[in-house]
Nanobody, 129 residues
Framework: QVQLVESGGGSVQAGDSLRLSCVAS????????MGWFRQAPGKEREFVAG???????????RYADTVKGRFIISRDFTKNTINLLMNSLKPEDTAVYYC???????????????????WGQGTQVSVSS
């Protein structure tokens, strides 16, 4: 059984940076695309960034328009981890951030929560102005 554990959240000022990490255990996930989602109070969970499986060389990434140019997703297959570097944070980035695993192998580009089957418990990011 796969488990995902996120870390790195916190409370920062607008303009600051944070680096989130997600460590997977239980099974190697090299054949699965992975992604980061976020959910703010009263809002639906939304896609933030995604990164392809080991089948893509070089890796492919995809970002929501709201974070493009500020956030960078990366992946370390040897450590079964993905990271999200968040720069130039804004108050509207405040949310619980979740990492997730695509429900099917060897595909990339899906951005809906229903296309991901394994989720972490989330880490809170709060950005004040």
């Amino acid at each position: 059984q796969v488990q995902l554990v996120e870390s790195g959240g916190g409370s920062v000022q607008a303009g600051d940076s944070l680096r989130l990490s997600c460590v997977a255990s239980g099974r190697t996930l090299s054949s699965y695309s992975m992604g980061w989602f976020r959910q703010a109070p009263g809002k639906e969970r939304e896609f933030v960034a995604g990164i392809s499986s080991i089948d893509w060389t070089p890796a492919s990434t995809r970002y929501a328009d709201t974070v493009k140019g500020r956030f960078i997703i990366s992946r370390d297959f040897t450590k079964n981890t993905i990271n999200l570097l968040m720069n130039s944070l804004k108050p509207e980035d405040t949310a619980v951030y979740y990492c997730a695993v695509d429900s099917r192998t060897r595909r990339f580009g899906y951005t809906l929560a229903r296309d991901f089957s394994v989720w972490g418990q989330g880490t809170q990011v709060s950005v004040s102005s």
